[in-house]
């Protein structure tokens, strides 16, 4: 499986790519620090899951997993985020989200629960 991960401060961003290379089960196929970017070069990450920020400057990270759910609608979103009520409410029921900073046991967690998703998805 490959990811992305999208977040415009880097420490978090740095964060998200360490936690990804211990788990060892996804592949890196992208770092954005601008959601526009990674929404430019789409076609060519081939992603199954994308971790995204909500909360960045220009284009908030709802919006660009709105706008990257209409490029492919097989993606996995999970938003990240600092714990924030307003913000967390505005998150759809049913989406996966992890609180900033990421406990790399919930990271796994949800890796674990979107491998399983993604494998009953996949025809046989």
Same mark, same amino acid.
């Given at each position: +499986?490959?990811?992305?991960?999208?977040d415009d401060e880097n420490p978090a961003l740095m964060q998200m790519q360490r936690l990804i290379h211990?788990?060892?089960?996804?592949?890196?196929?992208?770092?954005?620090?601008?959601?526009?970017?990674?929404?430019?070069?789409?076609? #060519?990450?081939?992603?199954?899951?994308?971790?995204?920020?909500?909360? +960045?400057?220009? +284009?908030?990270?709802?919006?660009?997993?709105?706008?990257?759910?209409?490029?492919?609608?097989? $993606?996995?979103?999970?938003?990240?985020?600092?714990?924030?009520?307003?913000?967390?409410? #505005? /998150?759809?029921?049913?989406? /996966?989200?992890?609180?900033?900073? $990421?406990?790399?046991?919930?990271?796994?967690?949800?890796?674990?629960?979107?491998?399983?998703?993604?494998?009953?998805?996949?025809?046989?």
């Amino acid at each position: +499986m490959k990811a992305i991960v999208i977040d415009d401060e880097n420490p978090a961003l740095m964060q998200m790519q360490r936690l990804i290379h211990r788990d060892g089960r996804l592949e890196i196929a992208g770092a954005y620090t601008q959601a526009q970017d990674a929404l430019d070069q789409w076609a #060519s990450c081939e992603a199954d899951i994308v971790f995204l920020d909500i909360e +960045m400057p220009g +284009m908030n990270g709802l919006e660009a997993g709105k706008r990257l759910q209409q490029l492919d609608p097989d $993606v996995h979103i999970v938003y990240v985020t600092a714990y924030n009520d307003h913000i967390l409410a #505005s /998150v759809h029921e049913g989406d /996966v989200y992890l609180l900033k900073p $990421v406990d790399p046991q919930r990271f796994q967690q949800t890796v674990t629960v979107l491998q399983r998703r993604i494998a009953h998805k996949k025809p046989n």
